[in-house]
């Protein structure tokens, strides 16, 4: 199973980004996805996430900002994100909870990580 992220990149306070997430691999279903990211000199943080069923939530710093949502039939997770600011400015990982097999036990798996840089 392998997460393959993209869409990280240099943009200027106040643009758009999106980031994708794609799942790819022999799998049974996936539980939730999200994002999560870690800045400079601090620790990895829950960006967003989304259920199976489509329920999503997200961290206090990006509401009205970003938004989540996925794909199922390409077993995706997309990250829109509006109106960035400096302090966005991290590594960004998807995460996504998968069970491989009907008789599997639910596990975590994590993609590579894309550099959102956010400056002027």
């Known amino acids: 199973v392998q997460l393959q992220a993209s869409g990280g990149g240099l943009v200027q306070p106040g643009g758009s980004l999106r980031l994708s997430c794609a799942v790819s691999?022999?799998?049974?279903?996936?539980?939730?996805m999200g994002w999560y990211r870690r800045a400079p000199g601090k620790q990895r943080e829950l960006v967003a996430a989304?259920?199976?069923?489509?329920?999503?939530n997200y961290a206090d710093s990006v509401k009205g900002r970003f938004t989540i949502s996925r794909d199922n039939a390409k077993n995706t997770v997309y990250l829109q994100m509006n109106g960035l600011k400096p302090e966005d400015t991290a590594v960004y990982y998807c995460?996504?909870?998968?069970?491989?097999?009907?008789?599997?036990?639910?596990?975590?798996?994590w993609g590579q990580g894309t550099l959102v840089t956010v400056s002027s």
């Open positions: 691999g022999s799998i049974y279903s996936i539980n939730t």
């Open positions: 989304v259920a199976s069923g489509g329920s999503t």
């Open positions: 995460n996504a909870v998968i069970r491989r097999f009907s008789y599997s036990n639910l596990m975590a798996y």
